[in-house]
């Protein structure tokens, strides 16, 4: 069965020719044109893989990321930032909020495609490692749920970074949002740690 791949960009030329790419490379794939188009297709199909581009209109690429981690569904879903932003700054960011891999534009195709045979291929072996080891320690807990962890936490640290940097801003719009955000990613480790 063909591995289902969802590219957000909102660039119709560059969305066309990736997902040219990826269809002749033996992917299916959804496309959408910013985070809020995205979010109704992961609500309509099984996605294997998240390719995202980070400055797109209504919701962007960092925004998109920070609401799929908070969705049990979508915690361990690979996810690849594609963006023409090539600071340190914003790939530490990207990474932090739990992307696998921060590409930069323009791409080549064997980038791309070594890019997303890996986050799939750790992915199954995540998978894999998972299971043996339920098989192996009944009982106790899996690598899966501490994977789970060991993501949320990075995420919350990430959280509390920017609502650290918007107090010093007094920006209050923010630390509310990141409160929110904070509540909703504690609620998630508490649930993997049950």
Not at 58 to 77: C, H, P, S, V, Y
Request: aromatic content about 6%; glycine content about 4%.
């Amino acid at each position: 069965m063909k591995e289902t791949l969802l590219l957000i960009e909102d660039e119709i030329e560059l969305q066309q020719n990736l997902k040219e790419i990826l269809e002749y490379n033996g992917f299916r794939l959804l496309t959408a044109d910013h985070g809020e188009d995205a979010i109704s297709k992961l609500n309509d199909h099984e996605i294997d893989l998240i390719i995202c581009d980070i400055m797109m209109p209504i919701m962007d690429g960092f925004q998109f990321l920070e609401f799929i981690r908070t969705q049990e569904k979508f915690l361990n879903t690979p996810f690849i930032f594609l963006s023409a932003k090539a600071r340190k700054e914003d790939k530490e960011r990207g990474l932090a909020l739990g992307a696998d891999n921060y590409l930069t534009k323009p791409i080549s195709a064997r980038l791309l495609l070594n890019a997303v045979f890996s986050a799939l291929n750790n992915r199954k072996e995540k998978e894999l490692q998972g299971s043996s080891v339920l098989t192996r320690y009944a009982g106790s807990k899996s690598s899966t749920v501490n994977d789970q962890s060991e993501k949320l936490i990075r995420i919350l640290v990430h959280h509390l970074e920017i609502q650290r940097e918007a107090i010093h801003k007094n920006d209050w719009d923010e630390v509310l949002r990141q409160n929110e955000l904070l509540l909703k990613c504690a609620q998630k480790l508490d649930s993997v740690r049950e």
